[in-house]
């Protein structure tokens, strides 16, 4: 085996000319040089000659010293020109030369000057003889050893060689952090290595495998050198040639090196699952022979070590570019993307994309289920746009698409899409969920930017704008769109305000019953005002106070507040009812219900003296959550209407399945009902449709007699607006109601 290890690095026949060993005899006596010369003619050892030279003097040694640094034996005299002129020469070599290689062969012709073993120590010397001694066997037997150890050292000096130059590759080598990078430098040092370019694959996973155990199909050519490099990031079982394959696959699974006539499979090991295996067109014993076996394993481990600790911070940009629940892109990897594309002037469209009701969906299923529907959404998207940039998941159900802009009817091209795609529902286990996306529009052309995360907030802004709306399934970015944003931030700082500057109380406008005009019920508005003390718009506080998510707070209060005061309203039946408005967000929250009820027993008002007015957009993705909500407030004992009824779908058909009491026409319609005649048969189809359906009519924004006349004419039950009174504070309502009676509304 050792002799392998030491075998020469080419093909015998080729060296034996070329390559001989040379030998060198120093001595002053012409006569040994002639013995010598005819005692080895004709030698080989392992097929190379033996090519002679010769010194007459330590000195003529030297100058041959200079001219030939592969010298590997010397034959020296011990006494020339004077008595230790041979180990002067051998201690010039060893120490001045440096030359640590050439085997040295002391010999004298008298006995009294053989060196002390010091000497022999200290300047490596392979033999001593005396010249008498010498025979030719004895000869060539001492110039053979001598040729065995040079072809040691030099050996361990090429390996040692070989491994400082891979330390150095290695430094190089782990500087990489892409794996692909990381492989190519592997290879690119292997063939240095080796000194010769040879056929390599090397091959292994992406990135670390979850949970330690890798999918075979994820075992990928990382790089590829020669023959196979157009093979270079495929799946290994591409790879045409069979044994080849299978020897990879084999040392991949097995880690176990596999030695083939075609070339030798090496695995690389590691401590973090990330598996591979280096393969090399040449046959184990071969690489070995030519650059020895340590410093092939030392490669091998050190690869592999390179090669544990890139995929290591593969993992880990992993986990900032991919997202782990869906797979997709994450935002940082879609702002990488994104700045990719931008610097190439690519005209670029964003969607912001988020699941409606997608809060509802998790109280409903668990995060796990949940988790499962934003993988499927997911796929889904990048199914519908395979033309896609990149797909990234923004945060929660927030979706984010990169897609090339331009081109006509591109939003309602995408639209239609998504809208196609996601009318069959998602099946998990044994669950079916029918899905409703909702889409923000962006386009560098329209907003005059390329600015990632300008354009991405651009698109969010035009998705909050489908959700406040609740109207539509989508919105392009339009720069009011960013003032209305600004503004409900302001507005929305003014309800935190840090000392909570705005004073929030209640007003309450009466709701006349239409055909006797008695007070059937206060509808409490909320009122705010800033410390300077001007009254902040309350539609739009609200809509700030739904998109900041503080909705509930404001919630919670309003309920207390008017529950109490409403209570302690006196001179007032107790038959007459308090209106609330609920917005639909308020109403997505567990905590809605205990609100209720804390108002309602602090307030000790019971729940049948209340009537909710709820919007149509709360209908509109028909979840349980929101039923389950108004049928508990209807069991017991409150009232539901649906507000600004007209506005939104006018759909009449699914008024019938809804847990409501009543409708709110909605102000717009009284407006205008006296001039034009569409509102007035809408308003008249509406109040048929409510009868029919049992569902009471209240008409609001009544300003005028007319309208007055109009509406109970149409036997409308219930009347609001300016023309009986504005909303009112504290102090007013009593002087109202006090008022109302003498005017000839009777409260009982
Ligand atoms: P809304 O529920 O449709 O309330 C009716 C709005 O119309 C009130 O505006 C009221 O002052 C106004 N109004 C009443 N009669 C007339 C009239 O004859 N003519 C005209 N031009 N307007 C009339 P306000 O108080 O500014 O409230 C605006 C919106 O704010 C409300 O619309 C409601 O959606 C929301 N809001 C108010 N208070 C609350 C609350 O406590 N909770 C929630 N969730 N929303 C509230
Ligand atoms: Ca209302
Ligand atoms: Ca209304």
Redesign the pocket.
């Known amino acids: 085996m050792v002799m392998d290890f030491l075998a020469p690095s080419e093909p015998e026949e080729k060296t034996t000319a070329k390559n001989p060993w040379k030998i060198l005899i120093v001595d002053d006596d012409p006569d040994v040089h002639e013995v010598t010369r005819i005692a080895v003619a004709g030698c080989q050892f392992e097929g190379r000659n033996f090519e002679l030279l010769h010194a007459l003097s330590a000195q003529e040694a030297r100058q041959v010293f200079f001219d030939h640094d592969d010298i590997a034996v010397a034959l020296v005299d011990v006494v020339m020109e004077n008595d230790t002129a041979g180990l002067g020469l051998v201690g010039w070599i060893r120490s001045e030369l440096g030359n640590r290689f050439t085997r040295l062969i002391l010999r004298t012709g008298q006995p009294g000057y053989a060196p002390q073993t010091d000497v022999i120590m200290k300047f490596d010397i392979d033999g001593y003889a005396e010249k008498a001694e010498l025979s030719r066997t004895k000869l060539i037997t001492a110039i053979v050893a001598a040729l065995r150890g040079y072809k040691l050292v030099m050996s361990l000096e090429t390996n040692r060689r070989k491994l400082k130059q891979l330390n150095t590759h290695f430094a190089a080598i782990v500087e990489k952090n892409a794996l692909s990078d990381f492989a190519s430098a592997v290879l690119r040092h292997f063939n240095d290595l080796v000194e010769q370019p040879l056929d390599c694959l090397l091959c292994g996973l992406d990135s670390l495998p979850d949970y330690g155990a890798y999918d075979r199909s994820n075992i990928r050519v990382l790089a590829a050198t020669g023959i196979f490099e157009s093979k270079t990031d495929l799946p290994v079982d591409v790879l045409d040639d069979d044994v080849i394959r299978k020897a990879v696959n084999l040392c991949v699974d097995t880690q176990v090196t596999q030695s083939l006539a075609e070339g030798v499979a090496l695995p690389l090991v590691t401590r973090n699952g990330m598996t591979g295996a280096l393969f090399v067109s040449m046959p184990l014993k071969q690489l070995e022979e030519l650059v020895g076996s340590e410093v092939i394993q030392l490669f091998v481990s050190n690869v592999s070590l390179g090669y544990e600790k890139t995929g290591l911070l593969e993992h880990i940009r992993d986990l900032a570019y991919v997202d782990r629940v869906t797979g997709l892109s994450t935002f940082s990897g879609f702002i990488e993307t994104f700045q990719r594309y931008a610097a190439a002037s690519t005209p670029l469209l964003v969607v912001h994309s988020d699941i409606q009701r997608f809060r509802v969906i998790v109280d409903g299923i668990g995060d796990d289920q949940a988790a499962a529907v934003l993988k499927k959404t997911g796929h889904r998207l990048s199914q519908i746009f395979p033309d896609a940039l990149t797909i990234a998941r923004k945060e929660k159900d927030e979706f984010l698409i990169l897609l090339k802009g331009g081109g006509a009817n591109r939003v309602q091209d995408i639209v239609a899409r998504v809208e196609d795609a996601f009318q069959d529902p998602i099946t998990l286990d044994d669950n079916q969920m029918t899905l409703r996306m909702r889409l923000g529009f962006a386009t560098a052309e329209e907003v005059l930017s390329q600015e990632a995360e300008q354009l991405v907030r651009f698109a969010s802004i035009a998705l909050n704008d489908v959700r406040q709306k609740g109207l539509t399934n989508h919105a392009v970015f339009h720069p009011l769109m960013q003032e209305a944003a600004f503004e409900r931030l302001r507005l929305a700082s003014l309800l935190t305000g840090a000392a909570n500057q705005t004073e929030f109380f209640m ?1 309450y ?1 009466p709701i006349m019953q239409a055909q006797d005009e008695k007070i059937a019920s206060f ?4 009122r705010f005002r800033s410390q300077s003390g001007n009254f902040l ?3 739009r506080m ?1 809509e700030a106070a739904e998109a900041s998510g503080q ?1 509930s707070e404001v ?1 919670a209060w ?1 309920f207390k507040t ?1 529950f109490s005061e409403f209570s302690k309203f006196s001179g007032i039946s107790d038959t007459v009812r308090l209106n ?4 639909p967000r ?1 109403v997505q929250t567990n905590r809605i219900y205990k609100d209720i009820e804390d108002a309602v027993s602090s307030a000790e008002l019971p729940l049948h003296r209340l009537v909710f ?1 709820v919007t149509e957009g709360l209908f509109l993705s028909n979840d349980q959550v929101t039923l389950s909500l108004l049928t508990w407030l209807r069991n017991k004992g409150a009232r539901v209407v649906i ?2 009824f007209g506005t939104g779908y006018s759909s009449f058909s699914y008024l019938r399945k809804l847990p409501v009491d009543g409708i709110k026409i909605d ?1 717009s319609f009284i407006m205008n009902m006296d001039q034009d005649a569409d509102a007035l048969a809408v308003v008249k189809s509406i109040i048929a449709v409510a009868q029919a359906l049992d569902l009471s009519v209240t008409a ?4 005028t007699a007319a309208q007055r006349k109009i509406m109970r004419e149409l036997h409308c039950d219930y009347l ?4 009986y009174s ?2 009112l504070g504290e102090d007013d309502l009593a002087g109202f109601i006090q008022e109302a009676g003498s005017r000839g509304f009777s409260f009982d």
């Not at 609330?580 to 917005?583: D, E, G, H, I, M």
């Not at 609001?700 to 300003?703: D, I, K």
């Not at 609001?720 to 023309?723: I, T």
Request: aromatic share 4%; glycine share 10%.
């Open positions: 007003h406008q509808e409490a508005l909320m718009n309350t539609a609200i909705i919630g309003m008017a609330v408005n609920l917005s308020q007015e507000d600004d102000r609001e924004g009544v300003e609001q607006g300016y023309l504005k909303p």
